[in-house]
């Protein structure tokens, strides 16, 4: 069965730094790409960052560009979601996802919850 | 980059009801959308992939349609579990990018 464990939530202050992490079981982690997802309070889904199976590519939202930074560790099985210069606006629960092949996400976290303020 | 436009932002059925969300692409995505079903506090589930493709186990009532920039989903016969959030997603190039969502709720 496939598990996606987030991890690293938590309160921080604007312009501060966190490391989220998703601990991946249940399937070959380093065959497929991932995706970091977030939602707001009240809000939508927004898609923030990808990263392909071996973490040769890596893709951003422009909300995130230059601030979030993707990777993972296929010998730890592991997906992470550096965050650094964090704005109230990144105020969201952040859901890793695996995709499929394409990049349809068909297995998701239960999220971890960010909280940026002062 | 494409950007995703869902109509509409809410909508109010009852159990039974035949309902229909529409999503537009700026730009043409082919096929390459997919249709998330998400309810609060719950991680988002996928229900339609590559447009019209239904995921294993998503009951046949779910049905998706439609290419280039105009898709739609479509839910016959609406049953209690359906109420939910649903959104769009188009996956033809990066970044990729969700809709902003339809509401589905109990009239």
């Known amino acids: 069965e496939v598990q996606l464990v987030e991890s690293g939530g938590g309160l921080v202050q604007p312009g501060g730094f966190l490391r989220l992490a998703c601990a991946a079981s249940?399937?070959?982690?380093?065959?497929?790409?991932m995706s970091w997802v977030r939602q707001a309070p009240g809000k939508g889904l927004e898609w923030v960052s990808a990263?392909?199976?071996?973490?040769?590519?890596?893709y951003y939202a422009d909300s995130v560009k230059g601030r979030f930074t993707i990777s993972r560790d296929n010998s730890k099985n592991t997906l992470y979601l550096q965050m650094n210069s964090l704005r109230v606006e990144d105020t969201a629960v952040y859901y890793c996802?695996?995709?499929?092949?394409?990049?349809?996400?068909?297995?998701w976290g239960q999220g971890t919850l960010v909280t940026v303020s002062s | 980059d494409i950007q995703m436009t869902q109509s509409p932002s809410t909508l109010s059925a009852s159990v039974g009801d035949r309902v229909t969300i529409t999503c537009r692409a700026s730009?043409?995505?082919?096929?390459?959308l997919a249709w998330y079903q998400k309810k609060p506090g719950k991680a988002p589930k996928v229900l339609i992939y590559?447009?019209?493709t239904l995921e294993s186990g998503v009951p046949s009532r779910f049905s998706g349609s439609g290419s280039g920039t105009e898709f739609t989903l479509t839910i016959t016969s609406l049953q209690p579990d359906d109420f939910a959030t649903y959104y769009c997603q188009q996956y033809h190039s990066y970044p990729l990018a969700f809709g902003g969502g339809t509401q589905v709720e109990i009239k």
């Open positions: 249940g399937f070959t982690f380093s065959s497929y790409p």
């Open positions: 730009q043409s995505i082919i096929s390459w």
């Open positions: 996802a695996k995709h499929r092949g394409e990049a349809v996400a068909d297995h």
């Open positions: 590559k447009a019209s």
């Open positions: 990263i392909r199976e071996s973490g040769d590519s890596t």
